[in-house]
């Protein structure tokens, strides 16, 4: 699992800084939390391919974290995608691309789904495909969890800021232990799909034996799952101290520097103190700096240095900074 941070500016891009988007890549698809101007050129930059299957989460509907979501969605039909698309984000985001479709002509010539997360009426609506105005289905929320997969879910909570915005957590679920190749090859199992069965920790039947991989050590005991927590734009609240609760990563807006915590409480925005103090209090193993004010173009190093004397497991972002997960 990777890290990509696509673009760390807020509201105004810099040379260095691109407008908000992080990627994350987990196994065969991506993750984007937001989508800030002219994000198709950071993926070329990045190296991450335009037809695996995608998740997008907006956060809120400022224009430095969604416009270049159309942008994209126009890409996608020029390449004959195939992959599906899912879009999440606040009420109105299919109306959003409606007026781009109507006025524009986007067209989604490849799988694509909206939800919308109605906050107030506990409920997912979803649109499948850009023409029918009708919704295809309505789902009740439960615990605010968004989708629920085999290997991990996606969180929401509401947050606090100018605007209706949300924060989200990736939860993965318990993974798979460690494979030992030596112990397969010592049990006469050859290099085969058969590998891939007992990596994911299934019993096979082979030459006349049932084989368990864990009884028999190929594969360790289960791991936790990792958590990875993005805080959109918000002053300190708890319900983002709920949800990104333990995360391994939380990326976290920085707007402004300490001295600057009055601006920052009157837009509803956070500093680099707010961000470590959020950060233990979550009890993260790690945070990152984001959504860097453009008067900080010449020289961050203050925002970090302040975070650490709180959280010393800080990182200040960088547009196509790559961070592991293990």
Known sequence: MELIILGSSAAIPVRERNLPSTALKYKNELLLFDCGEDLQRRLIEAGLKFNKPLKI????????HIIGLP????RFGLIERTAPVVIFGPRNLFLYLLVHRKILGLKANYPIKIVEIDHDNKKLIEFHGLESEIPNRELNLDENIIFDGKRYSLKYALVEHSVLTYAYSFIE????????????????????????TLQEGEIIEYEGKT??????G??????PGRKVTYSGDTIPCENLIELGRDSDLLIHEATFAKELSDVAFEKKHSTSVDAANDATKMNAKQLILTHISSRYQEDANQLLQEAKLIFPNTILAKDLMRISLQ
């Open 57 to 64: 989460l907006i956060s809120h509907f400022h224009g430095d």
């Open 71 to 74: 942008g994209l969605l126009f």
């Open 173 to 196: 679920k318990p993974r798979n232990g460690k494979f030992n190749p030596d112990r397969a090859i010592e049990l006469g199992i050859p290099k085969s799909n058969l590998w891939k």
């Open 211 to 216: 084989i368990d991989p864990l009884k028999e």
């Open 218 to 223: 190929i594969v360790g005991p289960k791991r």
